[in-house]
């Protein structure tokens, strides 16, 4: 498994403002995740972050709402843009240290705007 | 792309029975199915995983099974305990390597 932190935990935001959460983990990884996870729901892929490359977003989720950093093997950063009250959720991010699928998730960051 | 169906929305039983989690999915290419259960608060946490060559596998109180004819797989859970209670999603690989989840299962032990 993996030890992942997150940071912050829980915000509360206004509206137009923008939020950047923090994803450290405890050993070298080259596969990250990020995923939303709204109220009573499932978990829907925002993006896949790998060490050396571009972030890759899925359909519905864009660069310039989600922007991404993954400056090295240990920590990555997701930033929700220009928020409104339909990006209250929680954010997590994961890890698949072996590349065979296996994906260990962080404790999530519970966001809600105002 | 991959779809993972999963029932039932919720399942209420008593301590001490047993309970059941079932999925199906759509791509018969998928080869990789894992079991995540997600208490209040906090992430989700992989509790059980199969892949396609093996049709069963167990661990302790949760059992997984496996039919790659029918696309379907099932989670089982021996001797509810009340530390059960949670929200269990099934999840299947698709072919770009990520991960498909089901709706979730709100599982309540009743003491």
């Known amino acids: 498994s993996a030890v992942i932190s997150q940071k912050p935990s829980r915000d509360i935001c206004q509206r137009g403002t923008s939020l950047t959460i923090q994803c450290q983990v405890d050993?070298?990884?080259?596969?990250m995740f990020w995923y939303r996870q709204q109220p009573g729901q499932s978990l829907t892929l925002i993006a896949t972050a790998n060490q050396g490359s571009e972030a890759t977003y899925e359909s519905g989720f864009v660069i310039d709402k989600f922007p991404i950093s993954r400056p090295n093997l240990t920590f990555s950063t997701l930033t929700v843009s220009n928020m409104s009250p339909e990006d209250s959720s929680i954010y997590l991010c994961?890890?698949?240290?072996?590349?065979?699928?296996?994906?260990?998730f962080g404790p999530g960051t519970r966001l809600t705007v105002t | 792309g991959e779809n993972v169906e999963q029932h039932p929305s919720t399942l209420s039983v008593q301590e001490g029975d047993s309970a059941v989690i079932k999925c199906t999915y759509s791509?018969?290419?998928?080869?990789?199915f894992p079991w995540y259960k997600q208490e209040l608060g906090k992430g989700p946490q992989l509790i059980i995983d199969?892949?396609?060559?093996?049709g069963e596998k167990k661990d302790q109180r949760i059992a997984v099974t496996l039919n790659k004819t029918a696309k379907h797989f099932s989670l089982h859970i021996t001797e509810t305990q009340p530390e059960d209670s949670a929200v269990y999603f099934c999840?299947?690989?698709?072919?770009?390597?990520?991960?498909?989840f089901g709706k979730g299962t709100r599982l309540h032990i009743l003491p």
């Open positions: 199969i892949r396609s060559n093996v």
């Open positions: 791509d018969s290419a998928s080869n990789y």
């Open positions: 050993s070298q990884v080259t596969m």
């Open positions: 999840a299947a690989e698709a072919r770009d390597d990520k991960i498909i």
């Open positions: 994961s890890v698949d240290r072996a590349g065979a699928g296996e994906q260990y």
